[in-house]
């Protein structure tokens, strides 16, 4: 069985562009992959934010992640910063890699661009660090979007330069293109981001009256002025991807029919979506109010999965050490 390596950052209650875009493709890939779930709060600081915040926006992501099906007795899920082999291999990572190969990542520039009292170096070397925490697991596959090829091919440039110099230790893992969709925000402009303050979080699930105010504000096929102007789902930003990633085919066609036509109102669609979306989070609702209302299962499912990352990571490192020609006093080999 291969290994899958995927992380994720600690933005707190996920959302439903989170779910769609990755979170569901988790769940499934549980199935066929050796599955490592990793929460990057050390990528997460590169970023301007209040650490008052941070333990809860970790625990309220843990309880999301479980409540929707990551199941941490067949994967690893564990928090990036209690397994500080990732920052050490990314040190020693940063010594096999070329600075012209890192000023050129794309990713750099977006951040600093949307940042720019703080461009700081933990921006600029991100990439390697996201090379060691793929590589310190020795993954063979990562989940990606077209977006994150960029450092996918970076972890396979860094694994071929750590070996071809030290020796073989590291497999060149391989991009799992996932064909997911990017849900666009409630505001059918941008992609859907707690930050832009577009989204759908996933605890409005479980508070129906909550979850139909959002989506009677979802953006809709501009070609549909009046009730009588027929529309395309296509074209509609929003509801229109949701019923396709959410629906059955039926209601996928029910919608497709009566927007064209104008057989249906927008109105009548997002109800239809509502009720569609309830039935579809109703495990996750009441998954997660059983783990909200015991706190201790998140620290615990966190010490597991730390416990376990340390004695793989430790395991790579320890043959790193050794190609690296270190020297390993005996107590602390
Ligand atoms: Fe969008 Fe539905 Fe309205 Fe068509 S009927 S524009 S799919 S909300």
Redesign the pocket.
């Known amino acids: 069985m291969k290994t899958v390596f995927s992380g994720i950052q600690p933005s707190g209650e996920l959302h439903l562009g989170n779910y769609l875009g990755a979170i569901r493709n988790w769940v499934s890939l549980q199935d066929q992959y050796r599955c490592i779930f990793c929460i990057v709060d050390y990528h997460a600081i590169t970023q301007t934010y209040e650490p008052k915040e941070m333990s809860r926006r970790v625990t309220d992501m843990v309880v999301d992640l479980l409540a929707l099906g990551i199941d941490p007795e067949r994967s690893l899920l564990f928090l990036q910063s209690t397994v500080p082999e990732h920052t050490e291999l990314a040190w020693v990572f940063n010594n096999v890699i070329g600075m012209g190969v890192l000023e050129r990542m794309t990713q750099y520039k977006d951040k600093s661009e949307h940042q720019p009292d703080n461009v700081n170096v933990g921006l600029f070397t991100y990439p390697v660090l996201q090379a060691a925490d793929i590589l310190l697991y020795k993954a063979e596959a990562v989940p990606v979007g077209q977006d994150q090829l960029q450092h996918i091919e970076l972890a396979r440039d860094v694994a071929r330069a750590f070996n071809h110099r030290f020796g073989k230790v590291f497999p060149e893992c391989e991009a799992l293109m996932t064909n997911l969709p990017k849900l666009l925000g409630l505001d059918g402009k941008q992609k859907m981001s707690k930050s832009l303050g577009n989204q759908i979080p996933l605890n409005v699930f479980g508070n129906d009256k909550a979850m139909r105010k959002l989506l009677a504000k979802a953006v809709?096929?501009s070609a549909?002025v009046t009730r009588e102007d027929p529309?395309?789902?296509d074209n509609?930003p929003t509801?229109?991807q949701m019923?396709k990633a959410i629906s059955s085919p039926e209601d996928n066609a029910w919608?497709r029919e009566?927007?064209t036509t104008a057989g249906?109102?927008?109105a009548d669609?997002?109800a239809k979506l509502g009720d569609n979306m309830n039935a579809h989070f109703a495990s996750y609702v009441e998954r997660r109010a059983e783990l909200v209302a015991n706190p201790g299962r998140v620290e615990e499912v966190l010490a597991m999965g730390a416990q376990k990352a340390r004695a793989l990571a430790q395991r790579t490192m320890s043959e790193v050490h050794k190609k690296l020609g270190l020297l390993r006093p005996k107590a602390s080999a």
Do not use: A, L, S
């Open positions: 809709t096929d549909r529309g395309n789902p509609c509801v229109g019923h919608v009566g927007c249906i109102g927008c669609c997002k």
